[in-house]
């Protein structure tokens, strides 16, 4: 259909002569050269626009027409990524055998000052999924490794205990919901010195577990986590089979800059060889979230319970410090 463009305030007056043929066929060759531009497709009208109906021989007005916009989001990219960026079940901050690098000192009633160290960490090997570092999506399968020790010195770095952590973890997540299943393995020894110090512990034996494990944690928040995990030991020697631990924390997730952010953590590390007693450990402090998803974290240590060396697993403790500590 031709059509003939007015403005809503222009108006069509007959002047002398024959009117109609004349203006007819002006409206007809001016609707056919504004057409041919825009041929096949229909361009919207301004609000009163009028035109001309060749086929009714009468002046029109214009129906509006809506173009709908449809906005595009660009869903996160998945695919199969080696060695990738950042863990989707991350080590809990105040879990005393996770694998991390890190310090604490701290003031222990039967050897005074103490610190406990602790070498290693946890990285990815394999991921199903999304590329971001800070909330990837996917399923991923890690290896965490680490030396915990037990010393008084640090210029000698007289080894009181060792502990030696290493696990293989698979997690995947849904939403705020982060699972994990693995397999972890420790051994506990014991220096000599310490065997002369506390003749009352019976160090014949290796502290040694080879447990299966499943964790889930929920982010309520993009920086409060709670979580828990339970573990089955499939071989022992000195513990028993079943640990449990539960906790929260609040951290930054995403990158802080050189201001960093305050971080909150609590753990409740339960066992079934002390009856399910254990250590409750509190941190506080100021962290730092870099680019590559690491956490450098300074703050205050508050241990109480059992001892977590596990050379002296029955053995009390109460720890008050502070510490450093690199978590991946």
């Known amino acids: 259909m031709a059509r003939l463009r007015c ?29 041919v531009p825009t041929a096949g497709a229909q361009q919207p009208m301004p609000p009163g626009t009028v035109y001309f109906d060749a086929d009714q021989q009468q002046l029109v ?8 916009q449809q906005s595009v989001v660009d869903e996160p990219a998945w695919g199969l990524r080696i060695l990738p960026r ?25 050897l005074g000052w103490s610190y406990d160290s602790t070498v290693g960490g946890q990285f990815g090997l394999l991921r199903i999924g999304t590329d971001d570092p800070y909330f990837p999506l996917g399923i991923q399968l890690d290896v965490e490794a680490s030396a915990q020790f037990r010393q008084r010195n640090l210029l000698v770095l007289d080894i009181l205990t060792s502990d030696i952590r290493l696990g293989i973890p698979l997690s995947f997540t849904h939403g705020p919901h982060k699972t994990k299943v693995g397999v972890y393995f420790l051994r506990s020894h014991a220096d000599d010195d310490l065997i002369f110090q506390l003749p009352e512990l019976d160090f014949d034996e290796f ?3 080879q447990s299966l494990v499943l964790g889930h944690s929920i982010y309520l928040t993009n920086q409060f986590r709670i979580y828990g995990e339970v573990g089955y030991a499939f071989h022992t020697r000195v513990a028993d089979p079943w640990e449990v631990q539960f906790g929260a ?12 952010s305050p971080f909150l953590a609590a753990n409740a590390y339960l066992r079934q060889e002390v009856d399910f007693g254990g250590t409750l450990t509190l941190q506080g402090g100021w962290s730092w979230r870099g680019r590559d998803a690491r956490l450098l974290r300074v703050g205050v240590h508050y241990a109480n319970g059992m001892s977590n060396q596990f050379v002296l697993h029955d053995k009390h403790e109460q720890q008050l410090g502070f510490g450093v500590w690199l978590d991946f």
């Open 249 to 260: 924390e609040f951290a930054p997730v995403m990158p802080t800059g050189l201001l960093g």
């Open 207 to 209: 502290f040694e577990r």
């Open 61 to 68: 007005p214009a129906q509006p027409v809506y173009v709908v």
């Open 7 to 35: 403005a809503p305030n222009d108006r069509l007056t007959r002047q002398p002569g024959p009117w109609l043929p004349t203006g007819l066929l002006a409206a007809c060759c001016a609707g056919l050269m504004l057409a």
């Open 86 to 110: 950042g863990l989707i079940y991350r080590p809990y901050l105040a879990g005393p055998k996770e694998s991390r690098t890190g310090v604490q000192f701290f003031h222990e009633d039967e």
